[in-house]
């Protein structure tokens, strides 16, 4: 391991929120972040491996979240599944895997009373696994139901952003979702996951995160453990270069779906950690924070005209947004997602809604913000990132990607100092600079996809009525959306059925 | 592929591993009850300069006893965030943009919650703002009915779930009476009608959102003292009126009940086995003595899981489900099976794994590592102010208070091989059962 340099996270913190309490400062080298809490009863762990869903072979796609489950919800060499599950069952602990493009973090967190029991369990994740058949059928059979039936039946708001990343992505090593494809999970053998696990699971290819009240000499052991491992250098991964669109690029998903799910975007260049991102993080939150009121397009499409349950926006990618209310942890990547998200709207108000939402987007990226939104929203943000990391666990998250993102410091630290200093001026430079309309993926999941094919070649207008009165200002907004102009050329239009998606 | 669970199980199963978890609260809390009987509890706990601040309304879909007014308890919820005419919505908006407060609220059976998590500094805001809406609510008609529409749209979003049609066969299949017929989020018909009920909206708001059927959560950065000061000065001028729904009892379980049902998607067949329970008493041995059957029987280290899961691989999951409840609840058994021809063999699986525990004591050590499981799952679980207010908020609703988790622990602590036995045998009967099979389009 390198030398150790002291990470200004937990000091930094602690100095920007009165009371806090935090322990000693975490020490951080390129694979090693520590996180010490002594207070805290709990000890928590994130290995991370500098793999993910973009080193998945052709044709194999969905293989480096099946090593992942292979490691975490399987046997190993010393204990079957029903052993492991028997062991951790008393200590109410556990471990398991997040997986993305290009981090898979294998995390766990037991209290201190049970780590002599808990920790050879993990390590024996990491470094034992065996890669037993009937664990792989098992894991097989679970990827397989979900790309067969329940992302393609049970909620059309999570198959419409499956299909947008999908598309986005579309020919780079980021083009398909984690879980992969039916036909590709369908053909992976036990021996594409011992090949892909030798070459990315190795000692030269890992960071160890630890928080919590652990002791001094639980970090050696870690070191010394994971050390095991094979060593070997795994080759970087092109950086993904995701044609742009060009103009509207729509696929309709054609299902007999009882309301009509929107997800758009394009990639995005910007990361965290630089000026401009948080910029733009203001400029995101006031169009569409996460699951939140303040969202303007929330403002606009739920709150003032009734069509839905929430419009959302982002510029990170944001896996498994139905479910949480907070942003994820350990979803790094060197290519982001500008993602608008419209929950389902009622079939016959689809081309409204997709205008009401595209319009909005567009003034915001050719006027800027104002002043008084501006002032608003940085004073929201500077608080409410606070909600971001609240455990010790959530903390190493944030951490880690830190590290992943060669931030010195911290993000969420950076985020609340970028609140003072970023001035309005700024925030509508940067939206000029990585932002533009007109150039963009968008992924519908409707019934009668022809009727809307030609509705949006013909960008023919879109009258609206409510069953209940609306404000003057609705109204007279309403005259603009109902033609303002999405036009799509009719080569840029897919129409796929549900039944054919996700199949290779 | 962990998260892949239906959330609508995670959110039955939640309070269960929680109640179930331990035998001492961890932190010191006070209780106050205010003259117009408002109750406070007060959990003071370290956390990074943060708060947690909870209102339960202890009124949810079981309060819905009108026809028609299905699913009210919940869009009541979404009329909460409407303001006042002191602070009107989107006066309110902002400000609790500019504390960038996080915050949303949840309707159920027998509870509506209100929350919001914050920085510290901010306790005094929030609490003059929450005090204000619910004694001043303000809503004209034409906001009420462009909310009506939002609430139509969170029908749709879930009903494409498989999960979400089970539930609502499940509830009218197994109840006669008991407004626990209906789901949360209500039937279609009066969710499109929900647009006419402007004038009764008022009523319910009259009638449930009083002091008294109304308890406050407040857990971290916190001095007790000062922060009921701030209740008191912001609550106090709060009228009592609250009316209880006169709530028909269900007649008591004639035979077993079956239903098959079609679901228009693709998926997996899923089987539920349901049995009529008990309203939550946590006193009752019995109960206490159930709900760790549920977990012996069905759970993540249940031989039956472990057959069905691991061994036989027949299934994609087995669960089970046990609700605490203000009334007499639904104890469920789920399982989706890979195969359409194995659901009877599942079933039949299921209730042989009933039979031996009626037969057989459970094995002493299978009980105790359940009771250790119990204690660490209490002490990892509450590590946050916001974790701590959103695993009380249920016990709350349900018995009005949090002195029922000592009482809880203290049975679990007492639970034998015998009770468990004799709570098999009580509750795990035909009588009792409504057994329901989904299966989707080919």
Known sequence: MKTKKILTLACALALLIPGMILGEPNVSNDNLVLLPVPKDPTISFRIWFKVGSQNDPKGKEGLAELVASMLTEAATTKNSYEQILEKLYPLAAGYSNTMQAEMTVISGRTHKDNLREYYPLLIDAILAPAFKQEDLDRLKSQAMNYLENTLRYSSDEELGKAVLYNDVFAGTPYGHITTGTIEAVKSITLDDVKEFYKKHYTRDNLVIGLGGGYEPALVEQLKLDLNKLPGGMVAEVPRPQPKPAGGFHVTIVEKDAPATAFSMGYPMNILRGTKDWYALAVANSWLGEHRNSSSHLYQVIREERGLNYGDYSYIEHYPGGGQRQLPPQNVGRRVQLFEIWIRPVPNETRHFSLRAALREYKMLVENGMTQGDFDLTRNFLKKYVLNYAQTTMERLGYALDDTYYGIKGSHLEMFREMMDKLTVKEVNEAIKRHWQYGSMNIAVITKDAESFRKALVEDALSPMTYATPKSDHVMKEDMEIVKFPVKVKPENIRIISVTDLLVK | ?442
């Open chain 2, 1 to 442: 592929m962990r998260q892949r669970i239906p959330i609508i199980l995670t959110l039955l199963f939640c309070w269960g591993s929680l109640v179930m978890a331990g035998s001492i609260f961890p932190y010191t809390y006070t209780i106050e009850t205010l003259p117009n009987g408002l109750k406070v509890i007060m959990i003071p706990m370290e956390s990074p300069g943060l708060v947690s601040y909870y209102s339960v309304v202890r009124t949810g879909s079981r309060d819905e006893v009108e026809p028609g007014k299905t699913g009210f308890a919940h869009f009541f919820e979404h009329m909460m965030f409407r303001g006042t005419k002191k602070y009107p919505g989107p006066v309110r908006d902002s400000i609790v943009t500019s504390i960038g407060a996080s915050g949303n609220a949840y309707t159920s059976d027998d509870i509506t919650a209100y929350y919001y998590n914050f920085a510290a500094e901010d306790l005094e805001r929030v609490i003059e703002l929450e005090g204000d809406r619910f004694q001043n609510l303000h809503y004209e008609e034409g906001v009420f009915q462009t909310e009506a529409g939002a609430v139509y749209g969170e029908y749709r979003k879930n009903i494409t779930s498989p999960f979400a049609v089970l539930n609502e066969k499940m509830k009218e299949l197994a109840y006669d009476v008991h407004t626990y017929k209906h789901t949360t989020i209500g039937f279609e018909a009066d969710i499109k009608a929900m647009p006419q009920q402007f004038e009764y909206s008022k009523s319910f708001f009259s009638r449930f959102y009083r002091p008294e059927n109304v308890v406050l959560v407040i857990a971290g950065d916190i001095d007790v003292k000062k922060t009921l000061g701030m209740v008191k000065r912001f609550y106090s001028g709060w009228q009592k009126g609250y009316v209880a729904p006169k709530v028909a009892p269900e007649p008591p379980q004639k035979g077993e009940r079956t239903l098959d049902v079609s679901y228009p998607g693709r998926t997996l067949p899923i089987l539920v086995v349901a049995y009529k329970w008990e309203a939550f008493d946590a006193k009752n041995r019995l109960l206490a003595a159930t709900m760790l059957l549920g977990e012996l029987a069905f759970g993540e280290n249940s031989d039956l899981n472990k057959k069905l899961f691991l061994k036989e691989q027949k299934v994609q999951f087995l669960s089970p489900s046990f609700p605490t409840n203000r009334d007499q609840g639904l104890f469920q058994i789920y399982s989706m099976v890979k195969k359409v021809e194995d659901v009877p063999y599942v079933r039949d699986e299921v209730y042989r794994t009933i039979e031996a525990f009626k037969t057989k004591p459970v094995d002493a050590q299978k009980l105790n590592d359940l009771k250790r499981r119990n204690k660490y799952n209490f002490l990892m679980g509450l590590d946050t102010p916001s974790r701590v207010t959103g695993s009380l908020a249920r016990v709350v609703a349900v018995t009005g208070g949090v002195e029922a988790i000592d009482d809880l622990y203290t049975s679990f602590d007492a639970v034998t091989a015998q009770d468990i036995q004799n709570a098999a045998q009580q509750y795990f009967v035909p009588e009792r059962r409504s057994v329901i099979v989904l299966k989707g389009a080919q």
